[in-house]
């Protein structure tokens, strides 16, 4: 049962940030409830300095590994205010955004457990996230493209708008979504991993930013688009992942809605039903009971 609220960040490495190149080199995570802080900052600049021949790498380890003890020192439980976030933390320890080493916005997630949540985001985005063999792993842009190149020319363009939600002072960015009355957002959503075990933590970090959104006024629904994994081996997984998906956002209702169905979930094979989706809402047409 996933009963454990965090946020978490990614720490990158970007020598330049004009240029817009940037490594992922660790992960930080932040308990809500609890305030228990982990991090993990992968020290090592080889893969670095492949990418980035002119950094210091020596610079960097020292950087790094001193930024990793500042995290240590921090990561008791009560050590601050539940109002203290982990945006405010990062924003005391590195409160320069044009360093060298960077950290993204928090993100909230739900888990069972914040030690192995940090070992798998950690595995996840530093690194491993390529699959064998060197084949592409198809992203979120691949699948939201085998979608909307089902729908009619005319309706391609309508569902390409971008909208934006501020939620506690977090942002939440969609690229697609339509407008009928209150915004409904498109999300496509790749589960194509080398390692079967993201795609669940990928499910799982969406459910946490439901939590967080379900009280936006303006939000009327999150239509989300899945893709499968490309590896047959992880068709279970993958099956977990979208009754998990299914199953837990049922249970988030929103309030003041009446029970409405305001999460949807479109697998590749339901093509057909996302089209007919997409012209009821464009016609501002009730969705069938």
């Known amino acids: 049962m996933l009963t454990t609220p965090y ?114 985001l950690f595995h996840r985005m530093v690194g491993s996230n390529l699959p064998a063999s060197g084949r592409e792993r198809r992203d979120d842009a691949a699948v939201f493209n085998t979608f909307a190149d089902a729908l009619p020319p005319e309706h391609r363009t309508d569902i390409q708008r971008r909208v934006t939600f501020t939620v506690s002072e977090q942002r939440y960015e969609f690229d697609h979504s339509i407008r009928n009355g209150r915004e409904h957002v498109i999300e496509p959503l790749s589960l194509d991993y080398l390692d079967s075990g993201d795609i669940r933590r990928r499910v799982t970090e969406k459910l946490g930013e439901l939590v967080a959104l379900r009280s936006e006024e303006e939000l009327g629904s999150v239509w989300y688009l899945l893709g499968k994994p490309s590896r047959a081996d992880h068709e279970r997984q993958y099956s977990g992942a979208v009754r998990l998906l299914r199953d837990q956002s049922d249970k988030l209702p929103r309030p003041q809605r009446n029970g409405d169905q305001w999460v949807r979930v479109f697998e590749e094979t339901q093509l057909a039903e996302f089209c007919c989706s997409v012209e009821r809402e464009l016609r501002h047409e009730p969705p069938p009971r």
Do not use: C
């Open 7 to 120: 946020e978490w960040s990614v720490f990158r490495y970007v020598p330049d940030g004009g240029a817009g190149e940037q490594l992922n080199i660790g992960v930080v995570l932040r308990g809500t409830r609890s305030g228990r802080l982990l991090a993990q900052i992968d020290p090592h600049y080889r893969r670095l300095t492949a990418a980035f021949p002119r950094m210091d790498g020596d610079h960097f380890r020292r950087f790094a590994q001193a930024l990793q003890l500042q995290l240590n020192d921090r990561s008791a439980p009560g050590l601050f205010s539940a109002d203290y976030g982990l945006t405010d933390l990062l924003t005391e320890l590195l409160p320069d955004r044009d360093l060298a080493i960077q950290w993204s916005d928090p993100l909230p997630g739900l888990t069972d457990d914040l030690g192995k949540e940090l070992q798998a």
